[in-house]
């Protein structure tokens, strides 16, 4: 991927789950549903089925009103500022005249809790399970009226079936493999289908250890948890830690 310099991959499910990480949670309907290539093809027939078409200006436009919208990301996050541009240029050129909103990362922090954006780049809570990412987009009780400090689900997306499926998953005794899958794969096809949120790519995580000592720590092959070194999920990884 240009914008992160091919360290962070693209977004394959509109499920916005985490791949591969998440697989065994991944209903069969959603898997590799997004392309990383632009499709202008599939674009038009789209948005002509709804009623649109390309106006003097080269955008799509419905009752004399274009498809046009801001992306704020602070211009010193410079992998996600980049993400920003070639996200702007891809939709240009397809016809729907998205632009680039740089500014200071201490407006974008504020604007992202007072809900004063058109559309934004945010990072996900990441996790183990489904519920921590999900709980953190879609978390009405989290969030708050459009002017006052919302601590996530910045866009204000305010569902009862989701409501009603995080608290399925935050309660559900993990032994109920059923349940826990049935309330997931919910919430996956509330987001492809509603989209109050838009998965763009995998985020990566740094960290290294050293198994001279200790071994079980998190690795690709056993992701049990989020292994960067400031994540609260720490005390679990220590939890699995072995003296050699």
Known sequence: ??????????????????????????????????????????????????????????????NGTEIKFSIEDPTAYSDYYADCQLISNELQAEGIDATVDGVQASQWYSDSASGNFQSIIHWGNGGSSPYVQYQNWLDYTQSAPIGSSANSDYGRYDSPAAQADLTKLATTNPANKAALMAATVALENLVSTQVPVAPLLYGADWDEYSTAHFTGFVTPQNPYADPSPGDPQLPLILKHLKKV
């Open 1 to 62: 991927m240009k914008g992160e310099t091919g360290y962070e991959l693209p977004a394959t499910s509109s499920s916005a789950l985490i791949l591969p990480n998440q697989a065994a949670y991944l209903t069969p309907s959603l898997k590799n549903d997004l392309s990383a290539h632009s499709d202008p093809a599939k674009v038009a027939s789209i948005l002509t089925a709804d009623g649109y078409a390309k106006d003097a200006n080269g955008f799509y436009a419905k």
